[in-house]
């Protein structure tokens, strides 16, 4: 069950920039890979999901957020998952990639704002979509 829990922390280093990012932005990878500001904001919340694992015991391999920075730096231009979820109106993966992680690194004594602020303004665009799905 560790090595799932650590898994699942590796895939959120990328998923919870990346994925939230480009949905609340509606944007692709490339462009937010060439904008000074975005880079800055995906390596701050690289690191506190890093920190929020190694919260829960799960020690990240060092360098493992850069080396996920830098390859994203050189993919060919790609919209993630919750990108075609907002576009396509369908639920967006808050749970799984957001509020589990947010709850389990709490409860382990570690904040993460700049994830739960993320988090918050999906969880909006979020009941928004569902709200115009209803109608």
């Given at each position: 069950?560790?090595?799932?829990?650590?898994?699942?922390?590796?895939?959120?280093?990328?998923?919870?920039?990346?994925?939230?990012l480009s949905a609340l932005l509606q944007t692709s990878t490339s462009q937010l890979m060439t904008d000074p500001d975005s880079q800055a904001?995906?390596?701050?919340?690289?690191?506190?999901?890093?920190?929020?694992?190694?919260?829960?015991?799960?020690?990240?391999?060092?360098?493992?957020?850069?080396?996920?920075?830098?390859?994203?730096?050189?993919?060919?231009?790609?919209?993630?998952?919750?990108?075609?979820?907002?576009?396509?109106?369908?639920?967006?993966?808050?749970?799984?990639?957001?509020?589990?992680?947010?709850?389990?690194?709490?409860?382990?004594?570690?904040?993460?704002?700049?994830?739960?602020?993320?988090?918050?303004?999906?969880?909006?665009?979020?009941?928004?979509?569902?709200?115009?799905?209803?109608?």
């Open positions: 069950m560790a090595n799932l829990q650590q898994a699942r922390w590796q895939k959120l280093v990328w998923n919870v920039p990346y994925n939230g904001l995906i390596q701050a919340l690289m690191d506190e999901v890093v920190q929020g694992a190694q919260a829960c015991g799960h020690a990240l391999p060092p360098g493992f957020a850069q080396h996920l920075f830098t390859v994203t730096q050189s993919m060919p231009d790609y919209r993630p998952s919750m990108y075609h979820d907002l576009v396509e109106k369908r639920p967006l993966e808050l749970e799984a990639i957001y509020a589990r992680p947010l709850a389990a690194a709490l409860a382990a004594g570690f904040d993460m704002p700049r994830v739960r602020a993320l988090y918050q303004a999906l969880a909006f665009i979020d009941r928004a979509n569902r709200s115009a799905n209803e109608e």
